[in-house]
């Protein structure tokens, strides 16, 4: 007997609370990522063209919404690593609530910018999300302020399904839906739609392999906390999951995948050149698991997806030059210049010849094995793949006043 806290009639009471507030989000289909994955049809479903730039203003004015005069006239409390704090304080603006979000130190200043923007106090305190957690929690006793957990609250449950209510509507031939888990909080209610609708549906979660908490404790059917997490996805870097996304997932997940933030970079790159779409890397989580070796999608229609989006420009620049450097498409090199800076023309001409694509030179610092008459230069270079990076870098060495130092092989 199924002992799920959110039932298939909150998430739809949920869709009828919201709908007026919320994005209707696209599903965007992707015959590219059908092809890399083997599955027969890929579909984005991408939360992260939703208001505030992700699906988590589905849950807050879902919980927030249901408030009492009394509650609302105290305000709300609520702590996040970023995206739960811009959907409260935008719930909070459409309310009328006063809104103050914690936030641990890691988040970006674009998450925190954004949620002032909205009209909430944010404050910054804990190295990790959990500190901010427990200051909240504390303040909240304190201040009589009513506290809106990030996802451990089943109005915050029903809320993030229904982003499963649309991908079924949009997507009604799908086999399996892969979603990101940081407390559990949008995998247990999309999970919660799809079972209610076709058992059959698969429902996998995806983890950074630096907060893999989810599949162990599903695993060993009881919580585990992980005492420390080591992720560049900032808004999955959850320690555990809690009760009552535990009970919801333990029955509607089939399986929890983790991924490399490597894997990450990846798909956030393909993400933004094949897909034209700005991922942060929670969102591009469930496209690393499809395009990996831990799931089998062969001939499946297959859903992802794409939570979020807000990343500085300058962490995004940062992940998809990992991400091409990982695909063989981007390398950093060293050289040795004779005839600073006139011989940077032949520089520059060479690699416009070969077509490539000049991202960074600049001077290095100098080695104690460098010549004193030559001028050490990094240079960071994009191409079609590995074999035209070192055609540009042989043609290179062969100049005159050019010497090429070192370079990944």
């Known amino acids: 007997m199924s002992t799920t806290p959110v039932t298939l009639e909150d998430v739809e009471a949920a869709g009828e609370r919201i709908a007026d507030v919320v994005h209707r ?6 015959r590219t990522f059908a092809d890399m994955s083997g599955a027969t049809s890929v579909g984005l479903k991408l939360e992260n063209v939703q208001r505030t730039g992700s699906f988590k203003i589905r849950g807050a004015y879902n919980r927030m919404a249901q408030l009492s005069a009394a509650e609302r006239a105290v305000g709300v409390i609520s702590s996040s690593a970023g995206n739960h704090a811009q959907g409260v304080a935008l719930a909070g603006e459409l309310l009328d609530i006063d809104t103050t979000i914690v936030v641990p130190d890691v988040t970006p200043a674009a998450k925190i910018e954004a949620t002032r923007g909205y009209g909430a106090d944010v404050v910054v305190e804990g190295e990790i999300y959990e500190r901010s957690y427990e200051y909240a929690l504390e303040r909240a006793d ?3 302020e009513t506290f809106v957990h990030p996802f451990d609250d089943e109005a915050i449950i029903a809320g993030q399904g229904t982003v499963g209510l649309e991908l079924r509507e949009q997507y009604p031939e799908l ?3 892969l979603v990101a888990i940081g407390g559990g909080g949008l995998i247990s209610g999309i999970g919660t739609v799809m079972k209610a609708v076709d058992p059959d549906i698969r429902v996998v979660g995806v983890q950074p392999e630096g907060a893999l908490h989810a599949k162990p404790s599903l695993e060993n059917d009881r919580i585990r906390e992980l005492e420390t997490v080591d992720t560049v ?3 999955i870097a959850d320690t555990r999951m809690l009760e009552t996304t535990f009970a919801a997932a333990r029955e509607v997940v089939d399986d929890v995948v ?11 790159t393909l993400l933004a050149e094949r897909a034209k779409t700005v991922a942060e890397s929670a969102g591009g989580a469930p496209l690393a ?10 001939g499946e229609h297959v859903g992802l997806v794409i939570s979020g989006g807000n990343v500085n420009l300058t962490e995004h620049a940062e992940l998809t030059r990992t991400g091409l450097g990982e695909l063989g498409r981007y390398v950093e090199a060293r050289l040795a210049v004779d ?3 006139t011989a940077l023309g032949d520089v520059l001409e060479t690699v416009e010849d070969h077509g490539a694509e000049l991202d960074v030179l600049e001077r290095a610092r100098r080695r104690g094995v460098d010549q004193p ?8 270079l994009e191409g079609s793949g590995p074999e035209h990076l070192s055609a540009v870098l042989d043609t290179l060495s062969e100049l005159d006043d050019v010497s090429v130092l070192e370079y990944p092989q």
């Not at 989000?25 to 992707?30: E, F, V």
């Not at 991924?259 to 990450?264: A, G, N, P, S, Y």
């Open 25 to 30: 989000t696209p599903l965007d289909r992707s």
């Open 175 to 177: 086999d399996t839906v």
């Open 142 to 144: 304190e201040t009589g």
């Open 289 to 298: 698991a499809a395009l990996s070796d831990s799931i089998d999608l062969e």
């Open 233 to 235: 996805a900032e808004g």
């Open 373 to 380: 008459n030559r001028v050490p230069v990094t240079i960071g």
């Open 258 to 268: 983790g991924v490399t933030d490597t894997e990450l970079a990846v798909a956030v």
């Open 339 to 341: 005839g600073w800076p």
